[in-house]
């Protein structure tokens, strides 16, 4: 395969879940900004119908729950275009339903993908940012990521993990002169509440109908009818990767913003009032 010089190009992008969504339409704004982007996916002829063969596209089969693919991406991604400056680790789905209602099987497949598939990827490609002491890691968290709630606690543990993950790797990578963010987007106007990204939990229990339930009834009243505009949300991924000192956490959308506000006020009010018991724990000076 011919390698494609370096200076080609403004940045060389690295996208999981790159086929459809969210994913499809960050490489569209890449691509129109002048970079070269590696679309990776699990169908390898559903990224071609997409993105065609052009010299600034490359596509990479990956199921990033396989080690083996993921570096094998990341080598295919070395040897066409010399480098990789932006990982964008975008490759996820939900689960919806009530913590108890959760099938196990289906938990565990959801940590394979957004927690341990993150990390498959984000370790095959470190190596080669690491060797140019420069690059950007996103990591594509949620709302809910900073706040769980009723009816997708589970799908939100596996955002609040990769939130741990952002906030360590953005201290380790920071003195190698590489960047980690961490994305919260609130509800974007994607395909994330169909089947094709949201498994719904088989077991109905009815004594959660108050509270996972109605979540599952209003996923169906707000589905593409959500208030963010995802290609604005793509749009604004071009300017964070152009900031010279990117932020650890972007939010985006007004829901996630307010969700954040909300949260850190109930957080503040709740430490204050338990402050007492709180300190009461550590040795007497």
Not at 68 to 89: C, K, P, Y
Not at 126 to 148: D, T
Not at 160 to 185: Q, R
Not at 258 to 265: P, T
Request: hydrophobic share 45%; charged share 20%.
């Amino acid at each position: 395969m011919t390698t494609t010089t370096s200076s080609s190009f403004k940045r060389v992008w690295f996208i999981t879940g790159a086929a459809r969504g969210l994913g499809a339409l960050i490489a569209d704004a890449a691509l129109a900004d002048g970079n070269a982007v590696v679309v990776a996916g699990r169908n390898l002829a559903a990224l071609a119908k997409r993105f065609g063969d052009a010299p600034n596209v490359l596509a990479v089969q990956l199921d990033v729950t396989d080690e083996t693919q993921a570096r094998a991406a990341a080598s295919a991604a070395i040897g066409r275009f010399g480098r990789i400056d932006v990982l964008i680790n975008n490759a996820g789905f939900g689960l919806l339903g009530a913590v108890e209602e959760a099938d196990d099987a289906d938990v565990r497949r959801m940590y394979d993908t957004n927690v341990f598939g993150l990390l498959n990827v984000t370790r095959a490609i470190l190596p080669h940012m690491r060797e140019r002491k420069a690059g950007h890691v996103i990591n594509i968290s949620s709302i809910g990521g900073y706040r769980s709630a009723a009816g997708f606690g589970v799908y939100c543990s596996t955002k609040f993990a990769v939130e741990g993950l952002t906030e360590a790797l953005h201290d380790e990578l920071a003195p190698l002169g590489i960047h980690a963010t961490v994305v919260e987007p609130g509800y974007f106007r994607t395909d994330f509440l169909d089947a094709t990204s949201l498994v719904k939990s088989p077991t109905i229990i009815a004594d959660y109908a108050e509270t996972a339930g109605q979540v599952r009834e209003r996923a169906v009243q707000i589905n593409h009818q959500q208030p963010g505009d995802p290609k604005r949300l793509a749009a604004a991924m071009i300017k964070l990767v152009d900031a010279d000192q990117p932020p650890l956490r972007m939010p985006f959308g007004t829901d996630t913003l307010a969700a954040i506000a909300d949260k850190n006020a109930y957080v503040a009010e709740e430490t204050a009032a338990w402050s007492e018991l709180a300190a009461s724990t550590d040795f007497p000076r």
